[in-house]
């Protein structure tokens, strides 16, 4: 009998007993939320200030539901990096299944958000209630990763709580691996969404 496991629910020491998961700190494997970051227009430093304000002026009289992160903050992200125009497509509420190799066990879930090419998976994006811990989404955004189609393949994910935003990056090749970005947070003075920005409009130039 088959095992399905919800992908919510998955821990990370699951996903290191059952396919080999590990993280690694050598800061040369994920340079891409570093290196060579595209400049911003005026227009769109504009636009993500106004994005912050709104969600400060929500956040402030109310918890948010990860409905409302996606439509005030995530939406708004996933138009300036252009990745509603081709060559990218997204997909939203996408069903993810994932086999255990010589296990009766199945890892099922819905991720938020998938942006791809030619049904090359590049970015997984999972956003969760403002309350949420992004270290509680990171088992489940790791989980949907390891579903890559092209395994041969680097791919990127985005954790977001509206508050705060993480970049994760897996490769699978040999013993799979994954990294994480620095944090960044709408609670500075300085508009973080401005540097999140960048490094989505890098993965898509990685890509394109």
């Not at 969760?128 to 393949?153: F, H, T, V, W």
């Not at 970049?167 to 994954?178: C, E, R």
Request: a negative charge; glycine letters at 4%.
């Amino acid at each position: 009998m088959t095992l399905i496991i919800q992908a919510q629910d998955i821990t990370l020491s699951q996903l290191t007993e059952l396919f080999g998961l590990t993280i690694t700190y050598d800061d040369q494997f994920f340079t891409e939320w570093l290196d060579n970051l595209p400049e911003l227009t005026d227009i769109e430093k504009q636009q993500l200030d106004r994005v912050k304000r709104n969600y400060i002026s929500l956040i402030e009289r109310h918890t948010l539901s990860e409905n409302l992160v996606k439509m005030v903050v995530v939406e708004h992200l996933l138009d300036l990096a252009d990745f509603y125009l081709p060559p990218f497509d997204v997909k939203d509420e996408k069903s993810v299944e994932l086999s255990v190799l010589d296990e009766d066990k199945l890892i099922r879930g819905r991720l938020d958000f998938l942006v791809f090419k030619n049904q090359v998976w590049f970015a997984v994006i999972e956003s969760k209630n403002a309350g949420i811990s992004l270290r509680e989404a990171l088992p489940q955004c790791l989980a949907y990763m390891l579903n890559n189609p092209q395994p041969d393949r680097s791919i990127f994910g985005l954790l977001t709580n509206g508050d705060d935003f993480v970049f994760v990056k897996l490769t699978q090749q040999g013993t799979p691996k994954y990294a994480l970005s620095d944090k960044f947070t709408l609670w500075k003075r300085e508009n973080e969404l401005y540097k999140v920005l960048s490094i989505l409009k890098k993965l898509g130039q990685l890509i394109s």
